[in-house]
């Protein structure tokens, strides 16, 4: 499956690519993750919290080609992106494996995928940085094998997610 | 130096790791120090209250390899009611791993936040193993570290820290299992329904 996660609307959406699906976090219902450890647990592999987010995160395991649209703030993913990949952790499991020789949680059924990251806004060649390195720590825990970043202005997300698109559909 | 506001940004913080943390701080930190927990509703009060106190600490675990949105959130709420005399701020992250460096990603944001936003930085407590350190017989590295971290921050001569548990990764692995296999026992969950590779099934 290929997957667009984004922190908001795009016009690409309302067109037919029937072989993409998408998700606007802007117009779900999604609260912060509470640590809990009931996904883990209590309920393993389920989220405690039955918002939207339950429906969010077995896409993101499914897929195999994935694009994350999200603003960047601080060198990170903004609130919307954010919040949605700290609900995330339902496809891990509470145990520790070693991968790449540092120890990560074991992952449930999550498909290996190739990832693209677009972060859009206005921002400083020092986030850009701190953004790069913190895609590569996502890499190990959200089952990347291959991933690329793209950073544009907030005026070029359309086209931007466009030409990943088009690449898809090829 | 004056007082310090410890800021509990964890999504959990009454009943967080970094409550326990910021205990300990208290403890070896001899000047006067104030607990505060960020939550959705006290952000203003919290960013007015900083004015009150020439250091902050924000104590916090990691989230998806960076900051949680609770900290996050209030970061973007204290950028644009930030205090007159700007504090210093240190840091205090725990990560559920044993390798403390997998905090440098967080740490290295809030360190780009305080040069965008004219804070000074202070200094910096990383924690491997945060989930567990403290009910082991290793707390007292910890102890130790938290000692030195505070007379740091007391005397300005500010530092980076890191502590975990001085185990091998494979035992480390073992030892999670035993933790997280009771952790499921006391809600009636095995191992092996805590296994489960189905998502949402």
């Known amino acids: 499956m290929n997957l667009i996660v984004s922190d908001r609307n795009l016009a690409v959406f309302q067109e037919n690519h029937p072989s993409i699906k998408f998700v606007d976090l802007s117009i779900l219902n999604i609260a912060n993750c509470v640590g809990c450890f009931g996904c883990w647990t209590k309920t393993p592999g389920k989220c405690v919290i039955r918002d939207d987010a339950v429906k969010v995160y077995p896409l993101i395991a499914a897929s195999e080609q994935i694009l994350y649209v999200s603003k960047i703030k601080y060198g990170g993913y903004d609130t919307i992106m954010k919040t949605m990949l700290e609900r995330n952790i339902p496809v891990q499991q509470a145990f520790i494996r070693l991968f790449q020789g540092e120890t990560h949680h074991v992952q449930r059924n999550v498909a290996a995928k190739k990832a693209v990251i677009i972060g859009y806004g206005d921002i400083s060649a020092e986030e850009q940085k701190i953004f790069c390195r913190l895609v590569e720590r996502n890499a190990k825990n959200m089952s990347f094998e291959s991933y690329s970043v793209k950073f544009v202005s907030e005026n070029e997300v359309e086209d931007a997610v466009r030409n990943e698109v088009a690449i898809w559909e090829k | ?201």
């Open chain 2, 1 to 201: 130096m004056g007082k310090i506001m410890m800021i509990n940004a964890s999504p959990r913080a009454p009943k967080s790791n970094s409550k326990e943390y910021a205990k300990l701080f208290a403890q070896y930190f001899s000047s006067e120090t104030e607990y505060c927990e960020v939550k959705k509703s006290n952000h203003l009060m919290l960013c007015q209250k900083t004015e009150n106190f020439s250091d902050i600490l924000f104590v916090f675990p990691l989230y998806a390899d960076s900051l949680p949105v609770t900290l996050l959130n209030f970061l973007k709420t204290l950028e644009v009611n930030p205090p007159q005399r700007k504090p210093t701020i240190s840091v205090l992250v725990n990560c559920g791993f044993i390798e403390p460096e997998q905090n440098n990603i967080a740490v290295e944001m809030l360190r780009l936040y305080c040069t965008t936003n004219g804070y000074p930085f202070g200094s910096v407590l990383k924690i491997g193993s945060g989930e567990a350190i403290l009910t082991t017989p290793f707390r007292i590295f910890l102890k130790a570290k938290i000692k030195k971290f505070a007379a740091s921050i007391k005397t300005q001569k500010y530092d980076t820290f890191q502590v975990t548990m001085p185990i091998s990764k494979k035992m480390f692995i073992r030892a999670s299992d035993v933790y997280w296999e009771k952790y499921g026992k006391k809600n009636g969950v095995t191992k092996e329904e805590m296994k489960t590779m189905k998502i949402e099934e």
